[in-house]
């Protein structure tokens, strides 16, 4: 390769095919990417789940909001009952029985494993705490650990 | 960009960059950190846990634009064929890979208390994953073609190939639903209140400036590295055909 008219065209060359290159690698991997929407998710909302429910006893996960005012805790004490709601109208009545974690509160993101019934209960054998991306101080906030469920319930679900 | 394609220049610009940004860089996020851990106050739900923030979230970013460095560096070495290309790309690999394991550690310290699990399945935690694994056979292609003299081409392309997996990281909270919250900051606007945002910012920015001072620290030493082998062939040459002595030269 000479330095000047051969070199610089093969510089070029080499641009056009490693753009070409990267090109084609971000449109597979966005394809991939789109293919996989539906079954990448690490859970269902609740109106993808009543929309399109899975049979009853199978494994699925459950995620959204702990409808405020829905919590109770069930006679025997360990069970507790909840509503969970997501971006839509569509809500899922959830029980459990076990330990709740600590970030657990009312009008606060929850993801349930568990199965629907086929009274269209969801029977969750396990509960994992979703937090937002709001970061506040406890000081600032003035406010319980409980009491600000609306600000967290706007922002847990993102929508675009 | 190519007067430093020469060594020497770069040498020289490297020897008083390299302790000026690891000085900056260690002071700086020595101090966001302490501010992260000592003057921050709890958050509203997670209380304390909150401050494995300071090291989590500059640990993702280098960990991401580590990788994001070492495919600009491919792709300067493919069109270019800078020298120093491949060096800087050998040499992000290692620190890139130990920021992408603490961000994963610390993800997960904080994600059994809050969350109620070391690890799930969702798509940032395992396409963060992904992103550790693609360092470890970075690094070893890396250093097979170094060893055996094998083409730097092939690592220059895994390197612009494997770099689809960052977008998918940035986008894998918005895509799917996970577990893993959404971004916390996006253009011009950020849901971390100014306490908590402002050591952030400076952690960010320090460790940065370390993990740049750790570059070119580790460039400098492959560079030495490659002139100690040349030296030693050219004078295993010399010793055996003396003839050939001339031919070593650079």
């Known amino acids: ?160 | 960009m190519h007067g430093y394609a020469n060594p020497t220049r770069f040498l020289s610009l490297a020897r008083w960059l390299t302790p000026v940004l690891l000085l900056s860089g260690i002071v700086l996020s020595a101090g966001a950190v302490a501010w992260g851990l000592f003057v921050v106050p709890p958050d509203r739900l997670m209380g304390e846990t909150v401050r494995i923030l300071y090291i989590h979230v500059p640990s993702a970013w280098l960990g991401m634009g580590g990788w994001t460095g070492i495919a600009l560096s491919s792709a300067a070495l493919l069109i270019w064929k800078h020298p120093l290309a491949a060096i800087g790309a050998r040499a992000v690999a290692i620190p890139g890979m130990v920021f992408t394991a603490i961000c994963l550690a610390t993800g997960s310290i904080w994600g059994r208390p809050t969350w109620g699990s070391w690890w799930v399945w969702d798509g940032r935690l395992t396409s963060m994953l992904v992103l550790l694994f693609l360092y470890a056979g970075y690094i070893a292609l890396a250093q097979a073609s170094a060893r055996d003299g094998g083409s730097s081409k092939i690592v220059a392309i895994f390197g612009i190939v494997g770099a689809i997996n960052i977008p998918i990281i940035n986008r894998s909270v918005v895509w799917w639903n996970s577990l893993h919250q959404p971004p916390s900051i996006t253009v011009g606007k950020s849901a971390i209140a100014g306490e908590f945002l402002i050591p952030l910012l400076i952690a960010v920015l320090g460790f940065s400036l370390l993990f740049g001072g750790i570059v070119l620290m580790r460039m400098r030493a492959l560079i030495a590295e490659m002139q100690v082998e040349a030296r030693l062939r050219r004078r295993a040459l010399e010793d055996d055909v003396p003839v050939a002595a001339s031919m070593g030269t650079s």
């Open chain 1, 1 to 160: 390769m000479t330095k000047t008219g051969t070199g610089l065209r093969a510089k070029h060359q080499r641009m056009v095919l490693v753009v070409i290159a990267i090109v084609a690698v971000i449109s597979a991997g966005l394809l991939a990417a789109y293919a996989l929407r539906n079954q990448a998710n690490f859970f269902y909302l609740p109106e993808q789940m009543s929309a399109n429910p899975p049979e009853a006893g199978k494994a699925v996960r459950l995620g959204g909001m702990v409808q405020p005012g829905s919590l109770e805790t069930l006679d025997d004490g360990i069970t507790v009952a909840f509503v969970v709601t997501g971006n839509e109208t569509a809500t899922i009545p959830v029980r459990y029985s076990g330990i709740l974690p600590d970030l657990f509160v009312e009008g606060s993101g929850v993801v349930a494993d568990g199965s629907l019934q086929k009274n269209g209960t969801f029977l969750a054998t396990n509960l994992l705490a979703k937090h937002d991306e709001n970061y506040v101080p406890r000081e600032l906030e003035g406010l319980e650990q409980h009491q600000s469920p609306e600000q967290s319930y706007t922002t847990t679900m993102y929508t675009d």
